[in-house]
């Protein structure tokens, strides 16, 4: 079964490529989208779950936004001036993995009061939540998609017998 270059990137240079593009960006998000759960039920925005959220937030963006840099210099470009993609799956798989960077950005920029300086707590807070849900999103495609055999996108899949 041949993989997509989403899968790829995790399997090879084991363990460090998991830990650097799947490990340190997840564990980050996932960390705000929890905290975000306790901020978004308590109302509180103070203390150490929004200190938590907040950090968390503002390091995911900027380590992501290396990481979409990074990638899109030595993979991107490089796989679509040779023609090298494996088919529509692979596209999608790479494509949403790297969406991640808006929401993950955007939680950094909201953060860092580069956006939204004049918002209220309530405004800033369902714009926090809409970032969280949106990378949740782009994240679960990207998962989904890079699972995938990439020939199924052009018939040419390998079938199981059972």
Known sequence: MSMTHYMELLAVNQPWNLILFMAIPVILAETVA????????????????????????????????????????????????????????????????????????????????????????????KVHAIFVGIFLIVAHIAMIFGMLDPSLGNGQGHHMNM
């Open 34 to 125: 929890i905290t975000e759960l306790a901020i978004l039920f308590t109302r509180r925005f103070d203390g150490n779950i929004r200190k938590v959220n907040k950090i968390c937030s503002i390091i995911g963006g900027i380590y992501f936004l290396f990481v979409f840099i990074y990638l899109f210099i030595t993979a991107v470009i490089p796989l679509t001036m040779n023609g090298e993609w494996r088919g529509w799956i692979d596209v999608i798989a790479v494509t949403f993995y790297l969406l991640g960077v808006i929401p993950l950005f955007g939680l950094t920029l909201l953060d860092l009061h580069v956006i939204g300086r004049n918002w209220s707590e309530e405004q800033k807070l």
